[in-house]
């Protein structure tokens, strides 16, 4: 069965720094989506993507973010200048259509990023 | 924005029925619910439309109240495996793909 991959599962980084969390979809799937969960709380929506740009994004989703499909099988999420409050985990997820055409969303087993 | 989820948590023991409920102040389009294990990612459940369409997980039911802006997730005959944590999720309007999970209920069901 086809599913989302995600690499690292785990990545530390000093306070800072610069991260990159790379995430493959499920290839037929053509809306991506970021989210991010912090221990022990809800999941959180970050950003949506369609057809090379992004289509919704929240109001976590700031400056400090930015999202590529630099090529036809990645999808990556930048994290400029990582703060403390910035460690959680990190799913990637994509869908055939559009949340809003009500099509479900495959997750990937996420990737945990921790801020030193 | 983000749905509330009652009850936060529950305990059910096996063969037990349980009802979570998702409530939004805003107009709604769908209602999806996915559920979590601990140390996992959300795995899609159901997602229940306006006008009554359905489409998901053959062993778990759900209500959508449209007018009430409200959906219902209920387990019925709870198995051991149904514990996690459960988050509907809403996109209002069909304004796009701009998603929110609910606040999630916690459920256990223990033997």
């Known amino acids: 069965e086809p599913e989302v991959t995600q690499t690292p599962s785990h990545q530390v980084t000093q306070m800072g720094q610069e991260v990159i969390l790379r995430c493959v979809p499920i290839?037929?799937?053509?809306?991506f989506y970021w989210y991010r969960q912090i221990l022990g709380q809800k999941v959180e929506f970050l950003v949506s993507?369609?057809?090379?740009?992004?289509?919704?994004k929240s109001e976590i989703f700031d400056d400090q973010f930015s999202v590529e499909r630099p090529d036809g099988s990645n999808f990556t999420l930048k994290i400029r200048s990582t703060k403390l409050e910035d460690s959680a985990m990190y799913f990637c997820?994509?869908?055939?259509?559009?949340?809003?055409?009500?099509?479900?969303?495959?997750f990937g087993p996420g990737t945990r990023l921790t801020v030193t | 924005q983000q749905p509330v989820q009652s009850p936060q948590a529950v305990i059910l023991r096996e063969g037990e029925d349980a009802v979570i409920n998702c409530s939004s102040s805003?107009?709604?389009?769908?209602v999806h619910w996915y559920r979590q294990k601990h140390g996992e990612a959300p795995v899609f459940l159901m997602i229940?439309?306006?006008?009554?369409e359905q489409k998901g997980h053959e062993k778990i039911s759900a209500s959508f109240n449209e007018k009430k802006q409200q959906s219902s997730l209920y387990l019925t005959a709870s198995q051991l495996s149904y514990s996690g944590t459960y988050f509907c999720?809403?996109?209002?309007?069909?304004?796009?793909?701009?998603?929110?999970f609910g606040t999630g209920t916690s459920l256990t069901v223990i033997p």
């Open positions: 993507f369609y057809n090379n740009e992004i289509s919704e």
């Open positions: 997820a994509s869908s055939e259509g559009g949340t809003g055409s009500s099509y479900e969303q495959y």
């Open positions: 229940l439309l306006k006008g009554g």
């Open positions: 805003k107009a709604l389009y769908s």
């Open positions: 999720g809403t996109v209002e309007g069909y304004t796009g793909n701009q998603f929110y």
């Open positions: 290839s037929n799937h053509l809306y």
